[in-house]
């Protein structure tokens, strides 16, 4: 039976025809629409690698059917960066060695962007790492991570300030 | 995974005639059915989607005073609720330190409520375990089983109730409303759990295509708001679940306690409501002799199913320190490190 959903996937409208409703986000972004960059690490919601913003909220993109997310927009790690030019807090990953082997890391960005939309963290270090927890890094870069997002909350900070100066 | 048809309703009427029929299974977030579904724990015909069923996902005042919590409202929204949190906030802070918050953001109320157990033997669908395989026995009694049940456990069954929201809910009393063929009920959130005894895949009592619409809070139960903690034992700082945890909700006057709604998770297979500790810190004063009293009464009951005894001591620990921190008056703001007893900071400036 064949079932079609509609999504925008970073900012671009999809028609797409699922030919089985057991697909899930996870799978439709990497067999069908060649989006690759979301990763299946544990594939069961423990890991935080295939974290995506769906309508603007970070999930585990692994335990979400494609076929009940019809309507929906979704924003995965290429639609980060804007052509060459990273995203701040890509930067900041880099700056603040926020990983080593790789595999995590659009996980963690994609749970990080949530996080600072959320709004719930801050600048305090021990409510990022808290709100970060869904993001496992075998190679052990959670102190760069943490370090990363929070040089980044302090930059949105100051900004904001700057602005109601 | 197996197979399924996927059916979309476009009213609960429709969503419950849909899950009337054998093998069917409401759909809500999936955090917990699509990975059961993908260890073969969960084998349904048909997944009825009630993600998009309207007016399921609001938060409502009651006309006295108490709230209406709709199914669909995700986790996340609930805990983050400015006016939930500081009615309940040991509810809230329950919310926050279950899962991650990839998971809380798509979680809903109704699937919490019906969350599996994460008894490693009903996972594994090649153990023996009387919940997933009725009469096939249970592994868990002769394997790890120290995570496992020490109240209203049976021979059959010695898994426990996964949920820290369950937790506090129970303890303030909560009622879960049910829309199915008989129209629309309500039942008291401590009774919609069953133990196990000898038929422990009858979990709940909901009946083949009962829906739950809503959960209800009590204006009476804001009455603890000010000395309400949510306190968990886990093996990890986040991300866990509860090896135990305790609810404990107090309302004081000049040191005195007048009343107290007190629960533990971690313990059996449903949130165990701990009257006998309620009725003891009635009437008394607020001492951690008294707390310790309370919390002995709470476990009195209590056996090892295993490896486990810890646990019956531990449960005690957890809930005294639940009711000193109680004592000490709710946090302004829910603790960077929700529910944790290892937080750097404690007592009434526990976010300072």
């Known amino acids: ?165 | 995974m197996k197979s399924f048809d996927y059916v979309r309703p476009a009213s609960i009427g429709e969503a419950i005639a849909a899950a009337r029929a054998p093998g069917a299974a409401y759909l809500a977030a999936g955090t917990n059915l699509l990975d059961l579904m993908k260890g073969g724990v969960s084998r349904p015909d048909r997944l009825v989607d009630v993600t998009h069923l309207p007016g399921l996902d609001t938060i409502e005042k009651l006309p006295d005073g108490g709230l209406r919590i709709g199914a669909l409202v995700r986790n996340a929204d609930l805990a983050h609720d400015a006016a939930f949190a500081k009615a309940y906030p040991a509810v809230a802070e329950a919310l926050l330190s279950g899962a991650s918050a990839q998971l809380r953001n798509a979680a809903t109320v109704g699937g919490n409520l019906l969350q599996r157990t994460r008894c490693a033997y009903f996972y594994d669908v090649a153990s023996a375990c009387n919940k997933r395989a009725p009469g096939s026995g249970c592994d868990a009694r002769g394997g790890d089983n120290d995570m496992h049940a020490v109240l209203g456990w049976s021979d059959g069954c010695i898994a426990t109730h996964p949920s820290d929201f369950c937790v506090p809910l129970v303890a303030l009393d909560a009622m879960v409303e049910i829309e199915g063929n008989g129209g629309r009920r309500q039942v008291r959130l401590e009774d919609l759990h069953r133990l196990p005894g000898a038929t422990p895949q009858q979990e709940t009592v909901l009946e083949a295509g009962d829906l739950i619409v809503a959960l209800n809070l009590s204006a009476e139960a804001c009455n603890f708001a000010s000395h309400a903690r949510y306190l968990k034992v886990r093996e990890r700082t986040s991300y866990a679940f509860a090896i135990v945890s305790a609810a404990a909700h107090l309302s004081l006057a000049n040191g005195r306690i007048e009343q107290a709604r007190v629960a533990l998770g971690g313990v059996a297979a449903k949130p165990w409501r701990a009257r006998e500790a309620e009725a003891l810190l009635a009437g008394a004063e607020a001492t951690a002799q008294n707390f310790r009293r309370a919390a002995e009464a709470a476990l009195a009951g209590a056996k090892p199913s295993g490896d486990n005894a810890f646990k019956i001591e531990l449960a005690q620990r957890i809930l005294v320190r639940a009711l000193a921190l109680a004592s000490a008056g709710t946090p302004e703001r829910i603790p960077a490190l929700p529910a944790s007893p290892f937080s750097i900071h404690s007592g009434a400036l526990h976010d300072a």
């Open chain 1, 1 to 165: 039976m064949n079932h079609s959903i509609s999504l925008t996937v970073n900012g671009v409208r999809r028609d797409i025809a699922l030919t089985d409703p057991r697909v899930t986000l996870l799978d439709l972004l990497r067999e069908q629409l060649d989006l690759t960059g979301t990763k299946k690490g544990c594939d069961r919601g423990q890991c935080g690698a295939c974290t995506i913003l769906v309508d603007g909220r970070r999930i585990n993109s692994c335990l979400a059917l494609a076929i009940s997310h019809d309507g929906a927009s979704i924003t995965t790690i290429e639609g980060v960066a804007r052509g060459d030019e990273l995203h701040p807090l890509q930067t900041a990953f880099i700056a603040h060695d926020g990983f080593q082997c790789g595999f995590c890391t659009p996980g963690q960005l994609m749970s990080a962007l949530g996080l600072i939309d959320e709004g719930q963290a801050g600048c305090d270090a021990e409510r990022i790492r808290e709100g970060m927890s869904g993001n496992l890094c075998r190679c052990g870069a959670y102190a760069g991570i943490t370090d990363a997002v929070l040089e980044v909350q302090q930059k949105l900070k100051a900004e904001k300030e700057r602005r109601v100066a």
